[in-house]
């Protein structure tokens, strides 16, 4: 089955001056032109990686060009002309994201970088984004657990810290005081589930939980202090930015980590610095 908005593997059947001609293990058609083959196809390809689109004329095209998103997924996409009836967006391939004006949660401008969600519009099988991101958000039905590893889609700063899309299915949010670097709008991080509440309300983290996390840290702290000469500047009173900005971790795992190591006599530490402890 050839899947629209999407990458597909495909048998090349026949080739001529103009385009190729592609089909799946069900014999659906699609065409690739020539002027949308990024780089030259051996001879001998028996099958190719493409992404299919509705064209405008209501074809199915491919391009061998990878885009920058598919359906279904999140991302932040620069808006490259405006229209009547809204915007299109560059997708990284022969075919702008054309975003209705009333998909746009505000009204979008030419220039500005806006983070969408890709979705198939049912009627044409034409792609079609939305900046009305909480109309795709699946608030009920959660599938990740508490300490699970997620990939998360920063998605709009609030009063209490950052919105972020779930595994592009479920929304989150990230404690501005848990956060300690500069997060923007359509940035890709790691997270982990911290909380899950009866209403389907999320807490994350952008650190891994539990002891094995301070396991973890322990032995980075080790490793850098061998590379710094035994000498890390942070101590008791260095700030929750300054540990992140080193060592990518809370001042609670910190602190956690370091008195491992102090307990084992393997560091020695002030205010301002550790010092290893030669054995």
Known sequence: MIKVGKLNTLKIVYSDNAQYTLSDDESNRVILPHT????????????ISVFVYTSKQGSLTSTTRK?????GDYALLKTVAEATNG????????????????????????GKSYLVHIYLDPLNQHMVGSSKLNKYIDRDNINVEVGDEVELIIAEE?????????????????YANEVFENLRIGNKR??????????????LSL??????????????????????SGRIPLGDKST?????????????????????????????IDDEEIREIKQ
Do not use: C
């Open 36 to 47: 949308n083959v990024s780089s030259p196809i051996p001879k001998d390809a028996e099958e």
């Open 67 to 71: 885009p920058y998103a598919e359906v």
């Open 87 to 110: 915007v299109f967006m560059d997708l990284g391939i022969e075919k702008d994201l054309f975003v209705p004006k009333k998909e746009q949660r505000w009204p979008m401008i030419k």
């Open 158 to 174: 609030t009063d209490l810290g950052y919105n972020a899309i779930i595994n592009d299915r479920n929304i989150g949010l990230l």
């Open 190 to 203: 790691k997270g982990w589930i911290k909380k899950i509440y009866p209403d389907g309300k999320i807490d």
């Open 207 to 228: 650190q891994p939980l539990g002891y094995k996390h301070v396991l973890n840290s322990r032995e980075m702290i080790v490793e850098l202090l061998k590379k710094r």
């Open 240 to 268: 929750p930015e300054e540990i992140y900005k080193i060592l990518k971790i809370s001042k609670k795992t910190f602190k956690k980590a370091i008195g491992a190591l102090y307990k084992e006599r393997l560091i020695e």
